[in-house]
């Protein structure tokens, strides 16, 4: 687990600006928390945690209040899972990044302030790796079992991996009643 | 029990009802129908290569248009792309568009512009739909009674493919705006939603659709109204909604996607009887800001809720934090990164840059008031400021009132349409450690340039600050 001891991490520091060019999906891992990461020659900054080899390789990202918010771009989702995060654990995250994740397969776990305190006071005094099961919606550490809330539809589409839009896809008749019912159908006709 | 203008148009949205309100579940997904669809480049070549790669099509290639903004060159146009990055990222979007049917507004288009810009001023933006986008900004078409809100890359695929998308019912927040400011010419709308944000913080909206009503609400204008709703990000509110009326109807008349005439006549009839929060509605928070002795605001810190008054000093992290820890840690990071002392009047402050533009703060109206401060007068030889119109029809509208002339003669650099230095994707950016007053909407770390430091501020306050060269106090001024 990284500790992350900040609030109200904005999706310009996990993924800075000049890293939204690419078209591609992947390949954001190295750019996480770039100007952060990096000082203006590109050389790696010792004072940030994702730098401290103690932390190598960990998947899991805990941090604090409104993680996540500002832009709603994608790239910040892609830029965790590529560095090899699956799961960010914090005490609320901003709404469109909540979204996002469940798009590709990252886990966001909200916890109360108490939980949170608890995990950083367990992670910063010691190197105990946690288990998360999804299923049971359990954080095993320390001897301690903390169980956390998701709703059945997001936890149903991260284990089963569903194609939304094909699933949505499968409501073509409701969606045409619903255009043609619609008020606003009235006006798209000046949309030509 | 009454319904809010935020429940009445989602209802009229609803394709498939949240499933789980039965089954005892807290809150399901429900499947909310898509009016109108934005497109730009950034966030969405992924969608499209994604439905190449499915064989899926776009349900309704007429229900989205599509705009370049946040790479453009705000330079000559006449001039290559030297960015072979952001050139691949332009020309990827015109192509899908060509091949998904869209209606693009590219780089050499009369009417390109930022996209929330651009939106409305095509008239494309309509009372009571649903509107969504790939950029958080999207709150600002709210400003017409519309459901608007920004979206991921998976969900503009999700949109494209199906014109639905998913969605958790947000909750309802009415925020009362109650007085008028005293010498009210100088105080904006964009000081309002500054101090809004201010006072319930970046996340004091997450969860929730912000409804914002007043006396002052009603007297503002269409453009004034976008700036607001614009920033209900800021605050982490899913979108933000002004009820419209005939300021909002008339705007509408004679925009090219607007409907016309007496079709008009009847839906503008149909919206002043329907798009209103019911007198008993009941919204799940109320907050209530009074403004009448609003002074012009400015960000001191690295989020929009670091605000001060102009006629404040930099706080101390104690003052900020109130007691929280980790306010307290945030205050301290950011003053450091914005290398100010607390105690330091903001008048103090000087400026290395000044930038006038943004989806924010880039419409006409803010140019001429922009100008209003200028005119006659010449920008601080420490300054470089620049203003960069919302749209091509902001820019050419301008020019018509002679504005440019008058930017121009005062030291401002005058430049084409874009994003531009709101996020730096494109070249204006700041180097390290230059200052700037800035019309935009985030003051996050990096976020007009690595280690460039910027203060949120309104378009006549930015104005004012480019001629002195440092932060005063507008007021004065007008």
Known sequence: MIPLDMTNVDTDQIIPKQFLKLIEKSGYGGFLFYDRRFDHDGKPKNDFILNDPKFEQRQI?????????????????????????????????????????FKRGLLPIYLSQNDIEFLFSVVNNSDMSAEISLQKQIISIAGKKINFNIDSTRKKMLLEGIDEIGYTLGFEEQILNYEKSSKTADYNKYLV | MGKTLFDKVWDSHVVIDDESKNAGDANGPSLIYVDRHLVHEVTSPQAFASLKQTGRQVRHPELTIATTDHNVSTENRTLPIVDSVSKMQLETLARNCREFGITIYDINSPEQGIVHVIGPELGFTLPGTTIVCGDSHTSTHGAFGALAFGIGTSEVEHVLATQCIWMYKPKSFLINIEGNPRKNHAITSKDIILKIIRKIGTDGGTGTVIEYRGDMISRLSMEQRMTICNMSIEGGARAGLIAPDETTFNYLKGRRYAPKESELERLVEFWRANLKSDANAKFDRVETINVTDLAPQVTWGT??????????????????????????????????????????????????????????????????????????????????????????????????????????????????????????????????????????????????????????????MAAACAIEGHFVDVRDWL
């Open chain 2, 303 to 460: 989020n929009p809720s670091m605000v001060a008054d102009i006629t404040d000093s930099i706080p101390s992290p104690e003052e900020f934090a109130q007691g929280d820890e980790n306010k307290m840690k945030l205050a301290v990071r950011a003053l450091e990164y914005m290398n100010l002392e607390p105690g330091t009047p903001l008048t103090d402050l000087h400026v290395d840059r000044v930038f006038i533009g943004s989806c924010t703060n880039s419409r006409l109206e803010d140019l001429i008031e922009a100008s209003l401060v200028v005119k006659g007068r010449k920008v601080s030889a420490e300054v470089r400021a620049m203003v960069v119109p919302g749209s091509q029809k902001v820019k050419s509208d301008a020019e018509k009132l002679g504005l440019d002339t008058v930017f121009k003669d005062s030291g401002f650099e005058w430049r084409e349409s874009g994003c531009s230095m709101c996020l730096g994707m494109n070249p204006d950016i700041l180097l390290p450690g230059e200052r700037c007053a800035s019309t935009s909407n985030r003051n996050f770390e990096g976020r007009q340039g690595a280690g460039g430091r910027t203060h949120l501020v309104s378009p006549i």
């Open chain 1, 61 to 101: 990202l805990l941090t604090r209040d409104n993680f996540g918010c500002g832009s709603s771009r994608e790239h910040a989702v892609w830029a965790l899972f590529d560095y090899g995060i699956r799961v960010v654990i914090a005490s609320s995250f901003a709404d469109i990044f909540y979204n996002n994740c």
